[in-house]
């Protein structure tokens, strides 16, 4: 599932070469948009060549660089290119003009074009749409998603996949003393259980014989090169696709793979004789998985389109929940006293509903937890909130600007510039969330001795987006991440590997570069 060292490698050379050409990429600083409390943090504005030394100095970082130049500049921080150029960024983490983008003046900030080209594998649907047009399809999604059958049917295959999939293969690990990569194995495993939501079929990756993992890598290879196509000028990106080279080839491939992956699995449903697509009032009370609920309607015949949008699906679905279940584990190996909470929260569960999960053999018995179950845990929730401020799978939105306007931070933005939303070090900034804003601690987010969860308006906790567009998996994606979170700190004591470095991947999606290397140890309950 991890990007080859050789392709990360080519990835940053080609990201140097291309940036390296033309020179209206390079930052300026505008002297009149910084009001700095530390000078000496902010990118240096260098004769020529603008900010492109810090830029360049710190790219494989940049969530990071990002956060303390932000924290440097009140939150607000804008870069031009060179007179003439006509490239003008604002990157804000303010949550006041957040709500502005998303909420308040929400229809003069759209993705655009330049965000729909980047994304090409996903051309048409939701995801890349703006306006008007986004109102039916997601209308039908909030639906489908919200019916009370996909509802259960979600946590019941959740449940399912924890306790015959999950739980016996980290007890098969332990037993053989395999150390584990937790990022590789929660892809496995949302990726079994987004295909089952989108297609109604499990694509049984989380399996002992650990299959390969073509249609996930894929994916990471469209979240990695559309990192490299934010960053280098959409002409060089445009032209290295059409001369098949550098990223550009590897993602040609990728889309190969994902668009054969969607025919098989859209062939694998029909084979399996379920009911796709029937009249509305039986498909209503049947839809099982949100291909059935597109098969029939007309606005999806496009078969193109239909494939765009089941892969946007899917990389809603498992890039965002497998990419944040690592970074919870990986706090909470580091935060002994969290687990302890975690587990104290849950042990009145267990003493009222014990399931014992047959096939662990010599490992015992283990626990599971019914998504009923934990729906009410609010330490549990506050856990999986606060892994999302400090490591939101998009760390950083995109949006553009129709009209010239004001920012309620009074920055004016042009039609046409680019404004950067820096979601990341949003939940960074001791302004918003006080001097121990870079702890990891729980607790920030509970009221009356931990008996109410803290009410955090989205435009200052973003990691689900904020507005019309928020994301509409929202539930779906915290009844999943509790059921997982609650059986494996139950079960078992993780330990990260001594050694092992812990780091973001250039990806447009908040992955580890070099996964997350951990030790089990069966707990004896
Ligand atoms: C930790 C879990 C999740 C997080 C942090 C998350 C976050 C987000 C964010 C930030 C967006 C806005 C993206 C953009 O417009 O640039 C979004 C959109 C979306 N999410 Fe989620 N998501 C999660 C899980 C899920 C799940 C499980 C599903 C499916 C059940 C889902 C379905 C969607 C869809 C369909 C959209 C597009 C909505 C639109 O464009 O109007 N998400 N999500």
Redesign the pocket.
């Known amino acids: 599932m991890m990007m080859s060292a050789s392709f990360s490698r080519q990835l940053l050379i080609s990201t140097v070469l291309v940036l390296l050409v033309p020179l209206y990429v390079y930052f300026r600083r505008s002297s009149s948009s910084i009001r700095s409390k530390n000078p000496s943090v902010l990118p240096r504005n260098w004769p020529i060549i603008y900010m492109f030394p810090s830029f360049m100095a710190n790219v494989h970082k940049l969530h990071d660089y990002l956060a303390v130049v932000l924290a440097g500049s009140d939150h607000n921080f804008r870069a031009h290119s060179p007179p003439g150029m006509g490239i003008r960024f604002f990157i804000t983490c303010d949550p006041e003009n957040a709500r502005h983008i998303f909420t308040t003046n929400y229809t003069n900030f759209p ?1 655009g074009a330049e965000f729909a080209a980047i994304f090409d594998i996903m051309g048409g649907a ?2 890349t ?1 703006d306006g008007e047009p ?1 109102r039916r399809p ?1 209308a039908n ?1 909030q639906r489908v ?1 919200s019916s009370p059958r996909m509802v259960s049917r979600l946590a019941a295959c959740c449940r399912d996949k924890v306790e015959n999939g999950l739980l016996p293969l980290l007890a098969h690990m332990e037993s053989t003393c395999t150390p584990i990569e937790v990022q590789e194995l929660t892809s496995r495993l949302m990726f079994d259980l ?1 295909s089952t ?1 989108v297609f109604g079929v499990d694509s049984s990756l989380l399996s002992s014989d650990l299959p390969p993992m073509d249609a996930p890598a894929a994916m990471d290879t469209v979240m990695e090169v559309g990192f490299f196509r934010h960053v280098v000028p959409a002409a060089c990106w445009k032209a290295m696709r059409r001369l098949n080279i550098g990223p550009e080839r590897k993602l040609g491939k990728a889309h190969v793979v994902l668009r054969r992956f969607v025919a098989e699995m859209i062939q694998r449903r029909k084979t399996k004789g379920k009911h796709v697509g029937r009249n509305d009032e039986e498909q209503e009370s049947s839809v099982e998985d949100i291909l059935s609920s597109l098969i029939n309607d007309p606005d999806y015949a496009d078969d193109n389109l239909l494939c765009a949008t089941l892969i ?2 899917m990389l ?2 498992r890039d ?2 497998g990419t ?1 279940l690592p970074w919870i584990f990986y706090n909470l190996a580091q935060n002994p006293d969290v687990v302890s909470n975690i587990r104290n929260e849950l042990s009145p569960i267990i003493a009222s509903r014990k399931v014992v999960i047959e096939g662990a053999d010599a490992m015992g018995s283990m626990v599971i937890f019914e998504p009923e179950e934990t729906k009410p845990l609010l330490y549990l929730k506050a856990v999986l909130y606060e892994t ?1 401020r400090l490591y ?3 760390a950083i ?1 995109r949006k553009t600007v129709k009209t010239d306007d004001i920012m309620p931070s009074g920055h004016e933005v042009k039609a046409g510039d680019t404004i950067l939303i820096a979601v990341h070090s949003m939940g960074r900034m001791e302004g918003l969330w006080g001097k121990d804003c870079l702890d990891y601690n729980p607790h920030r987010w509970l009221l009356q001795d931990g008996k109410k969860l803290r009410y955090v308006p989205s435009h200052k906790f ?4 904020s507005g019309p ?1 928020m ?4 539930e ?2 915290v009844m ?2 509790k059921t997982i979170v609650a059986a494996l700190v139950w079960n078992f004591d993780m330990e990260l590997v001594e050694g092992h470095r812990i780091q973001p991947k250039m990806s447009c999606i908040l992955q580890m570069k070099n996964g997350f290397m951990v030790n089990l140890k069966k707990r004896e309950i």
């Open positions: 993705k939701l995801f749409m986004c997601r999604l998603l987004t939501m946007s699906y809603a679905g965002t929940v944040t999302l939101p799978p998009a939105e973003l990691a689900f987006n567009r994301c509409p998996g929202k779906i994606a999943q991440m």
